[in-house]
């Protein structure tokens, strides 16, 4: 006999599954213009690393790292949600109206990112499980700002509804889509190396490996989103 609790489970996971196989489907279809949509995070992480890099204090260094990525990042996240919501739609010039929608938007997403970041820092100094927490439960943050046109406020509030009933396969799916794009950038590192090093190397791998993450967290806020209207 199946119980409320086994239908939940095979809920979570055929979620997981979907947002998973969804993602990397649109993902190589996509591939190059989701590229695209990471260098604008992924050309000034790159300087960024490198001149944190030159901190003679290693703590600082890391964190200056660390901060950068977390407010930088979410802002190519949050074209990409407009860029794959346009495709599924069959809409024109995504790439375009990606972009548009961030510049339009921008200060909005950076003061949210900001916050957030600084959100998950602060619980992760404390307990580390509150900073994991916060992380998780944010990653609809920029999705309800920029395809929903909302403000911080009720962003936040959205993305903690629509994260909270599905945490553990949210949960999951960062874990899974973060350690792929690691694994694969170390390969691309590793074989890219014997032509390319310096700054380019840095560059390619992290604009090679982002869509990886973005892709299926994009594809998870739409169909959260969606099933929630």
């Given at each position: 006999?199946?119980?409320?609790?086994?239908?939940?489970?095979?809920?979570?996971?055929?979620?997981l599954a979907s947002?998973l196989?969804d993602?990397?489907?649109i993902m190589?279809?996509h591939?190059?213009?989701l590229?695209l949509?990471?260098?604008?995070a992924d050309?000034p992480?790159?300087?960024?690393?490198r001149s944190?890099?030159?901190?003679?204090?290693?703590?600082?260094s890391?964190?200056?790292?660390?901060?950068a990525i977390a407010?930088?990042?979410p802002?190519?996240k949050?074209?990409?949600?407009?860029?794959?919501?346009?495709?599924?739609r069959?809409?024109?010039?995504?790439?375009?109206t990606?972009f548009?929608?961030?510049a339009?938007?921008?200060?909005?997403l950076?003061?949210?990112?900001?916050?957030?970041?600084?959100?998950v820092?602060?619980?992760?100094?404390?307990?580390?499980?509150p900073?994991?927490?916060?992380?998780?439960l944010g990653?609809?943050?920029?999705?309800a700002?920029?395809?929903?046109?909302?403000?911080i406020?009720d962003?936040?509030r959205r993305?903690v509804a629509?994260?909270?009933?599905?945490?553990?396969?949210?949960l999951?799916l960062?874990l899974i889509v973060?350690?792929?794009a690691?694994?694969?950038s170390?390969v691309?590192?590793?074989i890219?190396?014997?032509v390319?090093?310096g700054w380019?190397?840095?560059?390619?791998t992290?604009a090679?490996?982002s869509?990886?993450?973005?892709?299926?967290l994009a594809?998870?806020?739409?169909?959260?989103?969606?099933?929630?209207?």
């Amino acid at each position: 006999m199946t119980t409320p609790a086994d239908q939940r489970s095979a809920t979570s996971s055929d979620e997981l599954a979907s947002w998973l196989r969804d993602g990397w489907r649109i993902m190589t279809r996509h591939f190059p213009a989701l590229v695209l949509i990471g260098l604008l995070a992924d050309v000034p992480l790159t300087f960024i690393s490198r001149s944190t890099g030159n901190i003679d204090n290693g703590f600082l260094s890391t964190f200056a790292g660390l901060a950068a990525i977390a407010i930088i990042t979410p802002l190519a996240k949050a074209a990409s949600i407009v860029a794959i919501d346009s495709w599924e739609r069959e809409r024109p010039s995504a790439v375009a109206t990606a972009f548009r929608a961030l510049a339009r938007r921008l200060h909005v997403l950076l003061a949210a990112s900001i916050l957030w970041a600084t959100g998950v820092f602060l619980g992760m100094g404390l307990l580390i499980v509150p900073g994991v927490i916060v992380l998780v439960l944010g990653q609809c943050l920029m999705g309800a700002i920029i395809q929903e046109n909302r403000s911080i406020l009720d962003a936040a509030r959205r993305t903690v509804a629509l994260v909270k009933p599905r945490f553990l396969p949210v949960l999951a799916l960062f874990l899974i889509v973060q350690a792929t794009a690691g694994i694969t950038s170390s390969v691309l590192e590793a074989i890219g190396g014997l032509v390319l090093d310096g700054w380019l190397l840095d560059v390619a791998t992290r604009a090679l490996t982002s869509p990886i993450a973005f892709a299926p967290l994009a594809v998870m806020f739409l169909r959260s989103s969606a099933a929630t209207r």
